[in-house]
């Protein structure tokens, strides 16, 4: 089976020719010719099925045979906000496998015990329109840079479901008690906040329930925090689907 080549190009179908970095892996890398067939996606939930039309050492022009609207197999938004974490290395691979898994948005939270406190979001954003093509997905995941924590649970919509999910067990403060994490999500749009390595404190969780966060459980291992971050899409996305009541 031949391989099928996919590209990101935003407004691609008012275009006809590949963006620069596209273009150049394009024609320096795959080597492809005019009459090769690619596809494309605008990141937007669309995919087209386009044909090469000329190249040239820095350049790829394309024309588009025809198009459809993918849509997420999940319904509603799936978001999640965490705290990123001092090994770049591994929030970076979270991001990566959360965008092949299926999520809407991604969100960097600045905790009291956070250990990183910047990111290199042009970076990031190059990781997620890899994996999107990689994943032949149509719909490119918004990326927020790193706000404060305060901020970020005040930002989030009163519509959408909101979670926590912490380490610090049972605690007066909480007034909340935490619920497995499948268990407790609906199936609509939501949100699930997960903490640095050094986990929340107890005040940012007395916040979170305050602001209409649910306490979750994500079982009873203690998860990595780019992991807990990859699980918990991975259950959103299920729930979302219908795959898991």
Known sequence: MKEEHYFYVP??????????EEARHAVKVLRLHPGDKIFITDGCDHIYEAVVTDVSRN??????????????????????????????????????KCVEVGVDEISFVDCKCGLRHKLNMERLNRIVVSAMKQSHKARKVIMNDLVSFDSFIKSVSSEEEKFIAHCLGDNDVFKVRERYIAEALGEGSKTILIGPEGDFTVDEVAAAISAGFVPVSLGESRLRTETAGLYSVIIMNLKNSGKIG
């Open 11 to 20: 407004e691609a179908s008012s275009r006809t020719e590949l963006p620069e």
């Open 59 to 96: 350049g790829c022009c394309y024309k588009i045979i025809s198009g459809e609207d993918v849509r997420p197999s999940w319904h509603g938004l799936l978001h999640l906000a965490i705290a990123p974490t001092k090994n770049i290395d591994r929030i970076e691979w979270m991001v990566e």
